[in-house]
């Protein structure tokens, strides 16, 4: 499977997709062409892990990961997400998605983006660096997912007194991979602060630089699963 940017750009590898989480002409990568599915496909699927292996799968073909990612999965679902009938009318279920380490439907792709990326590019002698721009959740989530992986860092960008109390102190209590930063305006002007960061060809120089915003294709993939 062959990824190109929707400005034009291409091709790159799923692999490269999530290195660079944005391609190098600030466009967003998107596979050449969706898969297509029958229902049978999905006959034996009686848990969301197994969903997931089945919707997954074209998407890494040629991938370096295409034999991890059963484990890939295994890592992102490593808390229960249940199914709840409506009260009176238990045709109708509800997909509880925040049992998650940090109570948000985030902690999914966050989970999946840390599992493929540190198998990518976990190298303690080199990080990775990791970019998020957050208004709360998704700071928190990536957070908790690269949360002491060997050869990650995270840097979250957050607007000051935009967050609740109980979210900034969820963004600023992990550990020392973890650093999360007060900037004075919004949330577009944090992600404005990332996108230039990674369209920099000096700073992609000097870091190894990737983001963890819904501007990767690694957490597109995982929030198509639910």
């Not at 944005?22 to 050449?32: I, N, Q, Y």
């Not at 998650?100 to 976990?122: I, M, N, Q, S």
């Not at 998704?138 to 995270?154: I, N, S």
């Not at 949330?187 to 990767?216: E, T």
């Amino acid at each position: 499977m062959q990824y190109f940017s929707t400005r034009g750009g291409g091709p790159a590898t799923l692999d490269q997709a999530l290195r660079q989480g944005l391609a190098e002409d600030g466009g967003l990568f998107l596979p050449e062409a969706l898969p297509r599915w029958s229902p049978g496909d999905f006959d034996a699927a009686d848990s969301i892990t197994v969903v997931a292996g089945v919707l997954l799968a074209p998407f890494f073909a040629g991938s370096k990961l295409a034999d991890d990612l059963d484990a890939i999965i295994a890592e992102t679902f490593h808390f229960e997400i249940p199914l709840t009938a409506l009260p009176g009318d238990d045709s109708v279920e509800l997909l509880e998605l925040y049992h998650g380490p940090t109570a948000a439907f985030k902690d999914v792709g966050a989970a999946f983006l840390a599992a493929c990326l540190t198998r990518l590019e976990g190298d303690p002698a080199d990080p990775l660096t990791i970019l998020v721009a957050t208004s709360g959740d998704t700071g928190g989530a990536v957070a908790a997912a690269f949360d002491g992986k060997a050869g990650m860092r995270v840097v979250v960008l957050f607007p000051d007194g935009r967050v609740s109390e109980r979210q900034a102190h969820q963004l600023t209590c992990w550990s020392d991979n973890v650093l999360s930063l007060r900037v004075a305006g919004t949330f577009d002007d944090c992600l404005a602060l990332v996108k230039a960061a990674l369209a920099d060809a000096g700073h992609g120089a000097d870091f190894r630089l990737s983001s963890a915003n819904s501007i990767n294709i690694g957490r597109l993939l995982p929030q198509s699963i639910y």
